[in-house]
């Protein structure tokens, strides 16, 4: 959906846009194995997503052998003991479809976007990748260039690029969520191929993944399908990691200043949340899009339109399985100093502390949070990620049937609240990121 068809969509009221979520009618079954299963029919297309998550994300990991899930997720394209190297893109683009995959804090996701008569075929790949991938040194060492490349383009020589690992390693202490995704490239180096066989081992099996499939399908048909392709496949025998480490409080705020290869500052400010699914956590949320999602929006106003002080401001709450973060920053305008920057997105987040939110900007908020849902789950991909995600982060994939109600039922103080209590400077971690000196 473009951006000027959701501009329209927020002009109308919130009753309308709760009439347009249809139920999202979904099976689920479970195989002796222990892999979750989730199937959602849609035949007003002839497509069909077919997606894998594991439950493993950076903070399984090693701290010594820091990267690994997101290694896999480039690892896993090289083939395996029936698909040739190089040959797993060919065959989904041979059939007409696409795929991709993407690794968070918490899991690793693979999918693919297929003709409906190409499912068997997404399901035969998906399950060469989880029971016979090629980990071996010609491919550990290919993708070992492919990683090293991404961070030199995506964070190394990125402006801001390297703002969440930054703040992410002050905001946590013990905690894995203080290390990047992306990992220590020396740690990648050192690592030995039976390293890398392991953590396939550990994570890449039945009983931690859940097989999410939505679109033009028949539902006995594809569960036959999901049977033949996985049910085979030996469960682990020992129980999946699972960190269990409490982050202490931030005991105080913290500040510190980063020099980085960029023209205009920067100000990053980190506060402590709840994590995803719990009640405070749908305020914060709310909260996050009050200030910064859409042109009217609190940061945007007051920074950019008004005071002129930035060129780009945002407020991001990490939605994570344990406790997260949410990130407030502002790019400073030509001639604006981090500090003053600093003090008027401060100034933003006490308004809402002090000031009741109008009626008619409350209103605003919950059709922005509607809208999200209604965009989210318009493709058959977003419908298959999202029923993964509930089910593997929360036990109930119906969420994506209830969860709006949730956050319609976050009230104005709801808001105050929670800016209260987590927007506090105690309770964050402020970067000034500046432009690194000239040298003579």
Known sequence: MNRFIITILLGFSGTFMHAQLNKIEFQEFDLDNGLHVILHQDKSIPIVAVSVMYHVGSKNENPNRTGFAHFFEHLLFEGSENVVRGEFDKYISKAGGSNNANTSWDRTYYHEILPSNQLELGLWLESERMLHAKVENVGIETQRQVVKEERRQRIDNQPYGTFLEEVMKRAYKVHPYRWPIIGSMAHLDAAQEADYKNFYKDFYVPNNAIVSIAGDIDYENAKAQVIKYFGSIPKSTKPVFRPNIVEPPLGGEVRDTFYDNIQLPGVLMAYRIPAGGTPDYYAVAMLGTL??????????????????????????????????????????????????????????????????????????????????????????????????????YYGDANLIN????????????????AATKYYTKDNRVVMHYLPKPVKP
């Open 291 to 392: 200030l910064s999602q859409g042109e009217s929006s609190r940061l945007q106003k007051a920074l950019v339109d008004e005071q002129q002080k930035a060129v780009q401001v945002g407020n991001i709450p990490l939605d994570l399985e344990n406790p997260g973060v949410s990130i407030a920053y502002a790019i400073c305008s030509m001639g604006t100093d981090a500090l003053d920057a600093e003090k008027s997105v401060t100034a933003e987040i006490d308004r809402i502390k002090t000031e009741t939110i109008s009626d008619e900007e409350f209103q605003k908020l919950r059709n922005q949070v509607e809208n999200d849902f209604v965009t989210s789950n318009a493709r058959v991909a977003g419908i298959a990620e999202s029923l993964a995600n509930y089910k593997m």
């Open 402 to 417: 209830t969860e709006l109600d949730r956050y319609l039922a976050v009230t104005k103080e709801d808001i105050r609240r």
